[in-house]
């Protein structure tokens, strides 16, 4: 049965290369049509490279304007330089002091849970913080991002002192609370 086999793929196999040599023979027509007419045109004629414009170089001269990258005081220090050097050196926060705990979290964050008093007489409050802790602290800590130290507390409220950039390089405090929710 393998040699009948063979004999028969003998045979069919040229047979089958001529019909489809004999089918890639016809469609050439239309594009040797087309290669014919396209060399019987004159040949065209090239656009010249477009004329650049030259290179004007722009020298910017601005050793008498003020530089963009400092900050602007808009204080005319000019006016009065004693005044203004007073209070670039005047409130600052203390940078090398360590943290506390709770000037982690934003003062809003923040929620006085109730007070305690001691047997001296010190009246501590209770602080709960985002991270579901409750803190003691008293008048003295420091509580909140911008500084802020406790200089009261009251059933009712802590109140606090912060320390805020004023937007031109310098410092002002400010006046904040933490109440009681019930």
């Known amino acids: 049965m393998t040699g009948k086999l063979k004999s028969l793929l ?3 196999l040229p047979g ?3 019909v489809l040599l004999a089918g890639c ?4 027509g239309d594009l040797q049509g087309f290669v014919a007419q396209i060399r019987a045109k004159p040949p065209g004629r090239i656009e010249p490279i477009p004329e650049f414009q030259p290179y004007h170089s722009f020298e910017y001269t601005s ?3 003020r530089d963009p990258f400092k900050m602007v005081d808009f204080r005319r220090p000019e006016e009065n330089p004693e005044e203004i050097a007073a209070l670039g050196s005047g409130l600052r926060p203390d ?3 360590v943290k506390e705990p709770l000037e ?8 006085l849970k109730g007070t305690i008093d001691d047997k001296d007489g010190v009246k501590w409050g209770l602080i709960f913080a985002p991270d579901n802790t409750i803190h003691r602290v008293i ?3 420091y509580l909140g991002q911008n500084h802020g ?14 320390i805020v950039p004023d937007g031109l390089g310098n410092y002002i405090e400010r006046s904040s609370a933490v109440a009681l929710i019930e």
């Open 10 to 12: 003998k045979i069919m």
């Open 16 to 18: 089958a290369f001529a």
């Open 25 to 28: 023979g016809e469609g050439l």
């Open 63 to 65: 050793h008498d304007l």
């Open 95 to 97: 940078i090398d002091r």
């Open 104 to 111: 982690d979290f934003p003062l809003d964050t923040l929620r």
């Open 139 to 141: 008048e003295g800590n």
């Open 149 to 162: 130290r406790i200089i009261s507390v009251t059933d009712q409220a802590i109140d606090l002192t912060e």
